[in-house]
């Protein structure tokens, strides 16, 4: 009976120390899994658009406005990080931006080409990416009179907007994105007064995107 006893403790008491032994290791933390996006949109593209545009322009002091549809073409690049999205993006379009002045209505501007080269920044929720872009722009335009052409000219500035991009199969996407035009003030060549001009689109669009890769490149920390 009492070697029984003994034997009993003893079992009890080891497996006391092995449950303390236990409690007092440190475990190994474990590794947080980090998942990469189920698309990417890292790739070239390109694309083409429609749209339309709003045009505000003063003449020699006079003001007027002009407004018309346009149509063009997209080239561009993305790499994505995680969500965030960078990429560059060249577009070239032909408009028909044509109004007079609201003071002397024999003398219209037209513009009649966009183009720019612009960074966008954008931040991906899968397949839709939310953006905002900024860049160089060039507008080609014409003053015209009733009895004929006054001036072309070809001006450069600035353009910023915004949009929203949707990726409806892993290589098409389709776009709606706003865009203002600056081109400052620039002296004519009729009887010598200054022109201003600036430009507002809406443009509607899709985009073919060539792929690099299943996913975005996941940066750690």
């Known amino acids: 009976m009492k070697k029984l006893l003994l034997a009993t403790t003893a079992i009890v ?13 440190r475990r190994a933390p474990v590794a947080a899994a980090v998942m990469a996006p189920a698309f990417s949109w ?3 593209y390109v694309g083409a ?7 505000n322009f003063n003449f020699g002091g006079t003001p007027g406005s002009a407004n018309g549809p346009l149509i063009g073409g997209t080239l561009g690049y993305n790499y994505q990080i995680n969500q965030f999205v960078l990429g560059v993006e060249a577009d070239l379009a032909f408009a028909a931006a044509t109004g007079r002045l609201a003071a002397a209505p024999a003398v219209s501007h037209s513009t009649n080409m966009l183009g ?25 335009a014409a003053l015209a009179a009733n009895l004929g ?3 072309k000219y070809t001006r450069a500035g600035y353009t910023l907007g915004a949009g929203v991009e949707y990726a409806f199969t892993p290589n098409w996407t389709a776009k709606i994105e706003y865009g203002y035009y600056n081109f400052g003030t620039r002296a004519a060549t009729v009887n010598f007064p200054t022109l201003r001009s600036d430009v507002h689109t809406v443009k509607i669009g899709v985009n073919y995107l060539f792929s690099t890769g299943p996913s975005a490149v996941v940066a750690r920390y």
């Open 49 to 55: 658009f429609a749209g339309y545009g709003w045009s």
């Open 116 to 140: 720019s080269l612009r960074a966008r920044a954008g931040f991906a929720v899968d397949r839709a990416l939310l953006y905002v872009t900024g860049g160089l722009a060039v507008q080609g």
């Open 13 to 25: 008491a080891f497996a006391a120390g092995a449950q303390a032994a236990d409690l007092g290791s």
């Open 42 to 44: 890292t790739g070239f």
């Open 149 to 151: 052409p006054l001036e």
